[in-house]
């Protein structure tokens, strides 16, 4: 992960990435990693290259999309990656591995006896709730899992979630491949919209790195480009926007981190053993008694 090179066609908004291998994502642009994750498989799912997770579920709001997740798991369909490469970094793709790192593109099949992951509806939660769910009330939400008999001394289990936003269509391959940040030497005035010392003499004149991501068209404000930059409604940090035309002057900045918007969490992994059955037990009922104790901090769901 390190070493890739990471997926040039992912959307990057505003931020800075400081390197150009997986460990680098919208969300983890300084490329900091805790244990073996690998940033960008974490953040995008279902992910291009061959990884040792086995999916199990996915919990979704929008059931039209699980025939996509079921058919795209690496359970049931092969991944590929660059083998045998010569470059210092690794090509993420059949015509640089084989053209540049002078690799081979390998086919990974996937595991034999592997099914697709169960795909069903989420349970209804309020936006960051951390207690009981409304479906059953007095538990918490929760899937049931048969754990496989499949006896194992060193398993990990995960959790990830996805938050998606309405500010841009995730799934849109023209916002991931074509939406670039844009670095632009602009004309600002002390609201940060764009100016011209002729209209006002306190403007400075800066660097600017901003997403071209074009918030107005998405979301119907029907603005043209000149005004859409003017007035702020692009996709950026903390951007400054002028909600009236005929007041220039009248600025209102909006808490927006770009590196928040659409992302994904992950839960802190578990590692678990899977024991046979002792002999005296075989056929018996066995109960998995766990007590729900206090939670630490907000991001340990």
């Known amino acids: 992960c390190k070493l890739r090179d990471r997926n040039l066609g992912l959307f990057t908004a505003d931020r800075k990435l400081k390197g150009d291998t997986a460990i680098y994502t919208r969300q983890n642009e300084a490329g900091t990693r805790n244990g073996f994750e690998c940033p960008e498989e974490r953040d995008y799912y279902p992910y291009w290259h061959p990884t040792p997770w086995v999916d199990i579920a996915v919990l979704t709001t929008d059931l039209k999309r699980c025939e996509f997740y079921k058919t795209e798991s690496a359970n049931v369909k092969?991944?590929?990656?660059?083998?045998?490469?010569?470059?210092?970094?690794?090509?993420?793709?059949?015509?640089?591995?084989?053209?540049?790192?002078?690799?081979?593109?390998?086919?990974?099949?996937?595991?034999?006896?592997?099914?697709?992951?169960?795909?069903?509806?989420?349970?209804?939660?309020?936006?960051?709730?951390?207690?009981?769910?409304?479906?059953f009330p007095g538990y918490p939400n929760y899937y049931n899992w048969t754990v496989p008999n499949t006896p194992a001394e060193n398993c990990v289990f995960r959790v990830r979630y996805n938050i998606s936003t309405g500010e841009y269509n995730g799934w849109n391959s023209s916002v991931n491949g074509n939406i670039t940040k844009v670095t632009k030497t602009v004309l600002t005035n002390n609201i940060g919209a764009q100016a011209t010392s002729a209209?006002?003499?306190?403007?400075?004149?800066?660097?600017?790195?901003?997403?071209?991501?074009?918030v107005s068209s998405y979301l119907g404000f029907g603005l043209n480009t000149s005004e859409q930059y003017r007035r702020g409604y692009v996709f950026r940090q903390n951007p400054t926007v002028m909600p009236f035309s005929e007041v220039p002057g009248f600025g209102l900045q909006l808490a927006i981190n770009t590196n928040q918007f659409g992302r994904t969490f992950q839960d802190r992994s578990h590692t678990f053993a899977i024991k046979t059955v002792p002999d005296n037990l075989k056929g018996a009922t066995i109960y998995n008694l766990n007590v729900r104790g206090k939670r630490g901090n907000i991001v340990q769901v």
């Open 78 to 135: 092969s991944r590929y990656a660059c083998v045998n490469y010569t470059t210092s970094t690794i090509p993420n793709n059949a015509a640089d591995c084989v053209n540049i790192g002078r690799g081979v593109w390998k086919e990974f099949l996937p595991t034999p006896g592997l099914s697709a992951p169960e795909c069903i509806d989420a349970l209804w939660s309020r936006d960051n709730h951390l207690g009981n769910g409304v479906e």
């Open 199 to 214: 209209t006002n003499p306190t403007v400075v004149q800066r660097n600017q790195a901003i997403s071209s991501l074009d």
